[in-house]
């Protein structure tokens, strides 16, 4: 009780008030809504010992209780050991609530003991033109932007058969698609952050489809527009064979990374994969099995059973406000104080969105490879690149570590070792020695950070697209992080070893994320201005979070004092990016990009 007295006494950020808010909102119909994890202090406040005990009597309970073990053991002496702990004790009955408890008599934990004793109140059951809109607006002066959340709940799908797992997985295969193509609108203005999910949750016994987007809190409206549009695709036309193709070879790809690393899942990853199976009334699947299974449906998957998923799962925004059409089972809009917006006006920003007209998403060219086989080729004939051993460095000097230096002719130097702790997976990562430290002279403050930034906004390299770029990394599982600290400018990429997709010309993930550095190395990524705008405006979040933060705040002022003010350790001050132009912060990574230096962990056929 000390703790969370501690925790909510001092209102430093508006994240824990805002989580409250989400959820009173989405389950205002049941009990939930007023039953936070994190207790509420006058609660706390009045407690005594002897409401404390009676409570713990009455749920901590022999019969109330699910007991787990993994790990390095011996089953049947486990259970033994468990018996001779446990048998003695004395199962109870379960509680009684008083009526103004307000707990039905029937509810779903009559269904799952493990969920709570509520009901819920389905996406469906409240139609547009007979109920009443369960709109609810929130606002904080510690925020600094405007969130939308739309959620519609569904009765958890135990999966137990094969036909069950089919469904799943066909929902999976929307909520990636769906999220590829909203990924293309989160660029700073006026979405920042927008995700689309659909997830099972125990402890709350449903199943919730939500959409939740940060958006610039004066321009809300155009957001919910955007992605209302978006959706409404979605419903209307659903994936592409293409599409389809490009995210079931990803969900394969994934089946088969999780299932070669199975041995080596941690306890605890083992543990809370198999607790969230049984919650919700799964037939728990190892990794391998789970591949098999993916590998069995993905024979037979079409792209009508997927397209009329997505029309389902996207229904109640595609036809918000059309007569006897579902609602969603709640809409959350969260702003800053400053801004001034009532129910009625996000209900109107909803049905514009459900009422435009869209056409059906052009299909985009996604090469297999960014680098033609005949441009490689000519290039290794110009330049014949020759790997040697580094002047310093010699295989012996790390015989433990296995660490092998190398240099390529024209400087650059890397390092290469063999880890199998991720089967079929690679983590590679470029340095350069020009962190904030080297804004100095006629590098402008905040350049290289907001260059850093800029490119990890951008995307446009070798004539293609940013677009294109997107979805090939998508289509090869690469990850991608261009940024900056006070050392260094670093590139991370992380990438599984093997090709995802089958064909003649397709390249592995590591071919991929070369290739993917030698456009950036060599000069022929594109610096776009839209990027270099996205990446300031989000520099300035940054700044307006860290002045409204009370750690961050202090942070910040100690840090202050101790570097006397200077401002290459402190975050980018409006001022600073407000003399920034593209033109800066491209000279002045460019500048320093000849002095380049990877470190990657790769698989050692690679290599030798």
């Known amino acids: ?44 406040k009045s407690w005594t010992p002897q409401q404390v005990q009676a409570y713990h009597g009455a749920h901590y309970r022999p019969n109330n209780a699910h007991l787990y073990v993994i790990g390095d053991i011996e089953p049947a002496e486990v259970e033994d050991m468990i018996g001779k702990m446990f048998s003695h004790l004395p199962a109870r009955d379960p509680p009684t609530y008083k009526p103004e408890e307000g707990v039905d008599s029937v509810t779903l934990k009559d269904v799952n003991s493990f969920f709570p004793p509520i009901n819920h109140e389905w996406m469906g059951e409240r139609k547009h033109g007979q109920d009443e809109q ?33 469904r799943a997985l066909i929902k999976r295969l929307v909520v990636v698609a769906m999220q590829v193509r909203l990924n293309v ?36 409206q155009e957001a919910v527009r955007v992605v209302g549009r978006e959706i409404k695709k979605m419903a209307l036309f659903g994936l592409s064979p293409s599409e389809l193709q490009r995210c079931l070879a990803a969900l394969l790809s994934d089946s088969e990374q999780l299932a070669s690393q199975g041995d080596r899942m941690s306890n605890q990853e083992q543990l809370q ?96 490879s960014l680098i033609s086989k005949d441009l490689i080729a ?36 890397f390092n290469y070792h063999y880890s199998d702790s991720e089967s ?11 962190g904030r430290i080297a804004e100095t002279g006629k590098y402008k403050s905040g350049a290289l950070a907001v260059g850093a930034r800029t490119m990890q906004e951008g995307g446009a390299m070798l004539g293609l697209t940013r677009e294109q770029v997107e979805l090939f990394c998508v289509d ?6 261009f940024a900056c600290n006070e050392e260094l400018l670093y590139m991370d990429f992380v990438f599984p070893t093997s090709k995802v997709t089958s064909g003649e010309s397709v390249v592995s993930g590591l071919e991929g994320v070369m290739q993917v550095l030698h456009a950036v190395l060599s000069g022929d990524f594109l610096w776009e201005e839209d990027a270099f705008v996205r990446a300031k405006q989000a520099f300035m979040q940054t700044h307006q979070q860290v002045s409204k933060s009370m750690e961050a705040a202090a942070a910040e002022h100690l840090l202050g004092n101790m570097c006397d003010g200077d401002a290459r350790f402190l975050s980018v001050s409006p001022e600073a990016l407000e003399e920034l132009t593209l033109a800066h912060v491209k000279e002045a990574v460019t500048d320093h990009r000849s002095e380049e230096r990877r470190v990657g962990k790769e698989c050692r056929s690679r290599w030798s």
């Open 476 to 481: 090869h599982l690469i990850m991608a992080e």
């Open 1 to 44: 009780a000390y703790e969370i007295l501690r925790v909510t006494g001092v209102q430093t950020s508006a994240l824990p008030i805002f989580e409250v808010q989400l959820l009173a909102a989405l389950h205002s119909e049941n009990r939930l809504h007023r039953r936070f994890p994190i207790g509420q202090i006058e609660q706390i």
């Open 273 to 368: 994969f198999l607790m969230e199976s049984v919650s919700c009334g799964h037939t728990f699947m190892a990794p391998l099995q789970l591949q098999q299974a993916t590998q069995l449906i993905a024979q037979t998957l079409t792209v009508e059973e997927v397209n009329q998923e997505a029309a389902t799962m996207c229904f109640h925004m595609a036809k918000f406000g059309e007569s006897d059409s579902p609602m969603p089972s709640s809409v959350v809009l969260c702003a800053p104080t400053t801004v001034s917006v009532t129910a009625d006006e996000i209900v109107d920003a909803l049905r514009v969105a459900a009422a435009q007209e869209v056409e059906a998403p052009a299909e985009v060219i996604v090469p297999d």
């Open 185 to 220: 609108h989160a660029r700073g203005e006026p979405i920042s952050m927008v995700e689309f999910s659909h997830l099972d949750s125990p402890r709350e016994a449903c199943a919730v489809c939500a959409l939740d987007m940060m958006a610039n809190a004066d321009n809300w």
């Open 134 to 166: 369960k709109v609810h607006v929130f606002q904080h002066e510690l925020m600094q932007c405007a969130s939308v959340h739309v959620f519609a709940k569904f009765p958890v799908e135990p999966i137990r058969t094969l036909a069950d797992y089919r």
């Open 378 to 413: 000519k290039k290794l004939l110009e330049q014949q690149p020759l790997v040697m051993p580094t002047e310093r460095i010699s295989d012996e000097d790390y015989p433990v570590l296995g660490v092998i230096a190398r240099r390529l002719t024209n400087g650059m130097r």
């Open 424 to 434: 079929q997976r690679g983590h590679l990562r470029v340095t350069i020695p020009a």
